[in-house]
């Protein structure tokens, strides 16, 4: 389905560690060394020198680690895609919205791609897992936060955006969302 500034947005079950794309976003944690879920798996896959990179990002511009809401490039090492763009979701908190900062997670990482020249993006759905945000809250701000940047132009030249849902339920509340 092609949206706002001819951004196309594609919804694909699988492994995001398997797709190829331009950039692959990574859901990691603050410290950028590598974690567990999305971010363990990209580690995995992406092999040592993703984690080089981002050792050098923590020794030279994010020695507290990258705040939630911001989004940094690193090699894509032996994953299909040139980049490999992390970005620091929010955990969930039923006593504060704190969407906001998952929206900036996308926006952030589209202005990125675009900088960077991607023409294709491929997306987790971020803090969905171990971060405990619900499915469909999460697939809302997503979508919405994507088709706001490509409207205003904060996705450069991307062309495609992928969210890339690692199983049925999650493929069917982007599904519900991207109609």
Same mark, same amino acid.
């Not at 020198?49 to 705040?67: F, N, T, V």
């Not at 929206?103 to 491929?122: D, N, P």
């Given at each position: 389905?092609? +949206?706002? #500034? /001819? =951004?196309?947005?594609?919804?694909? *079950?699988?492994?995001?560690?398997?797709?190829? @794309? !331009?950039?692959?976003?990574?859901?990691?944690?603050?410290?950028?060394? +590598?974690? #567990? /879920? =999305?971010?363990?798996?990209?580690? *995995?896959?992406?092999?040592?020198?993703?984690? @080089? !990179?981002?050792?050098?990002?923590?020794?030279?511009?994010?020695?507290? +680690?990258?705040?939630?809401?911001?989004?940094?490039?690193?090699?894509?090492?032996?994953?299909?895609?040139?980049?490999?763009?992390?970005?620091?979701?929010?955990?969930?908190?039923?006593?504060?919205?704190?969407?906001?900062?998952?929206?900036?997670?996308?926006?952030e990482s589209l202005r990125l791609a675009g900088e960077l020249g991607a023409r294709t993006v491929a997306f987790p759905a971020i803090s969905t897992g171990v971060?405990?945000w619900p499915l469909e809250d999460g697939a809302r701000v997503a979508v919405r936060a994507v088709r706001e940047a490509a409207g205003a132009g904060g996705a450069?030249?991307?062309?495609?955006?992928?969210?890339?849902?690692?199983?049925?339920?999650?493929?069917?509340?982007?599904?519900?969302?991207?109609?």
């Amino acid at each position: 389905m092609t +949206g706002p #500034g /001819g =951004v196309s947005i594609v919804l694909v *079950r699988g492994d995001i560690t398997a797709q190829s @794309a !331009d950039a692959i976003v990574n859901a990691a944690n603050s410290s950028l060394l +590598g974690g #567990g /879920g =999305v971010d363990g798996a990209i580690h *995995r896959r992406g092999g040592p020198e993703i984690l @080089a !990179d981002c050792r050098r990002l923590r020794a030279s511009h994010y020695g507290k +680690g990258l705040p939630t809401g911001r989004a940094v490039a690193t090699t894509a090492g032996r994953l299909d895609a040139r980049w490999v763009i992390h970005t620091v979701g929010p955990v969930w908190q039923r006593d504060e919205d704190r969407s906001e900062l998952l929206a900036s997670c996308y926006r952030e990482s589209l202005r990125l791609a675009g900088e960077l020249g991607a023409r294709t993006v491929a997306f987790p759905a971020i803090s969905t897992g171990v971060y405990g945000w619900p499915l469909e809250d999460g697939a809302r701000v997503a979508v919405r936060a994507v088709r706001e940047a490509a409207g205003a132009g904060g996705a450069g030249g991307v062309e495609e955006v992928r969210f890339v849902l690692f199983d049925d339920e999650a493929y069917r509340a982007f599904e519900g969302v991207v109609g």
